[in-house]
T-cell receptor, first 115, second 111 residues
Framework: NAGVTQTPKFQVLKTGQSMTLQCAQD?????MYWYRQDPGMGLRLIYY???????DKGEVPNGYNVSRLNKREFSLRLESAAPSQTSVYFC??????????????FGDGTRLSIL | GQQVMQIPQYQHVQEGEDFTTYCNSS?????IQWYKQRPGGHPVFLIQ?????EVKKQKRLTFQFGEAKKNSSLHITATQTTDVGTYFC???????????FGGGTRLMVKP
């Protein structure tokens, strides 16, 4: 089983460029999440989706948009990239629609640099 | 807002020594989860604690949930180089259906 698959693994952008990070899970999970991880900051939630067709803001949503395309796929879009968005981005999923009490399964991450 | 704090931020130990990381929440938690992230890797779920005072063991790892359900600890006995990584605790956010992660404790083991 692939679990949670993220593409691309690495990306370098120029300030102002746009980009979509892709995430797909094959575990038939209902909830999906996007986090960013910066040195010394732990994991911070950007957006999440508790079920197909719904999305909600997390702690740090500004500058991002998301789409829950179907049950498997949850994409993260940077419309106009800024250097402050340089980070490692992780997608995760969990089984139920109430994700705060269930284990989350993470993808390998996308390392994004914005110049 | 809710905060989940972990201490220490870093810990160097000699192989064979014990290690403990502590997690404290500003609010009562319905459950707490622990994750491990190897260098260059992604977080991997280790365990979930639900009951007040609960203690769970996984080989050399012992996890505890405080009586007041506001703190937790992870203790590793006789560390090995394979234990290297960052350990995160995470608890439900009081504003909704999401987890709040602590800042993590990075464990380094000298062989």
């Amino acid at each position: 089983n692939a679990g949670v698959t993220q593409t691309p693994k690495f990306q370098v952008l120029k300030t102002g460029q746009s980009m979509t990070l892709q995430c797909a899970q094959d575990m038939n999970h209902n909830s999906m999440y996007w986090y960013r991880q910066d040195p010394g900051m732990g994991l911070r939630l950007i957006y999440y989706s508790a079920s197909e067709g719904t999305t909600d803001k997390g702690e740090v949503p500004n500058g991002y948009n998301v789409s829950r395309l179907n049950k498997r796929e949850f994409s993260l879009r940077l419309e106009s990239a800024a250097p402050s968005q340089t980070s490692v981005y992780f997608c995760a999923s969990s089984e139920g629609t109430w994700g705060s009490n269930q284990p989350q399964h993470f993808g390998d991450g996308t390392r994004l640099s914005i110049l | 807002g809710q905060q989940v704090m972990q201490i220490p931020q870093y810990q160097h130990v000699q192989e064979g020594e014990d290690f403990t990381t502590y997690c404290n929440s500003s609010t009562t938690l319905s459950n707490i989860q622990w994750y491990k992230q190897r260098p260059g890797g992604h977080p991997v779920f280790l365990i979930q604690l639900v009951k007040s005072g609960e203690v769970k063991k996984q080989k050399r790892l012992t996890f505890q949930f405080g009586e007041a359900k506001k703190n937790s600890s992870l203790h590793i006995t006789a560390t090995q180089t394979t234990d290297v990584g960052t350990y995160f605790c995470a608890g439900p956010h009081n504003a909704g259906n999401m987890l709040t992660f602590g800042g993590g404790t990075r464990l380094m083991v000298k062989p």
